[in-house]
């Protein structure tokens, strides 16, 4: 197995406070049955596939617990740049075939599950 270096963001307008409530609310809307029905999902969810939804529930709202952590803290696994007036936070780093840190996967299953999307956050 190879060596790669991988790495996440969440993209929020400068301006702009993370709507953490509105996060949490996703996290309590969400259903594996929604995300299995989409086709395009990245492989770190499938954690999921053998929870029931309120094990996944749980799960995110961790994710989100430590991701906002992060943010405020900040912590150590979380960089953040202002690039044309969005705050861009960057997680990641070396990877041979495991994730980076705790918090890629923590920030990739917010994202690919809509809770940060939700809080007011994009990847791209």
């Known amino acids: 197995m190879g060596v790669a270096f991988l790495c ?3 993209r ?3 301006d702009r406070a993370p709507d953490w ?9 969400f259903s594996i049955e929604t995300l299995a029905e989409e086709d395009d999902r990245d492989p770190s969810l ?3 596939n053998d929870v029931t939804d309120e094990q996944a529930r749980a799960s995110l709202a961790s ?6 952590s992060e943010i405020e803290g900040p912590g150590p696994m979380l960089a953040w740049v202002v690039v044309g007036g ?6 990641g780093g070396m990877s041979y075939g495991d994730e980076p840190n ?3 996967g923590s920030m990739v299953r917010l994202e ?9 956050f994009t990847n791209h």
């Open 63 to 68: 994710d989100l617990a430590d991701f906002r």
């Open 102 to 104: 705790e918090l890629f």
């Open 21 to 29: 409530a509105a996060a949490q609310e996703a996290i309590e809307a």
């Open 12 to 14: 929020i307008d400068e």
């Open 8 to 10: 996440t963001v969440a």
């Open 86 to 91: 969005s705050r861009i936070y960057i997680t």
């Open 46 to 48: 499938y954690v999921f």
């Open 112 to 120: 690919e599950c809509g809770v940060l999307s939700a809080a007011g």
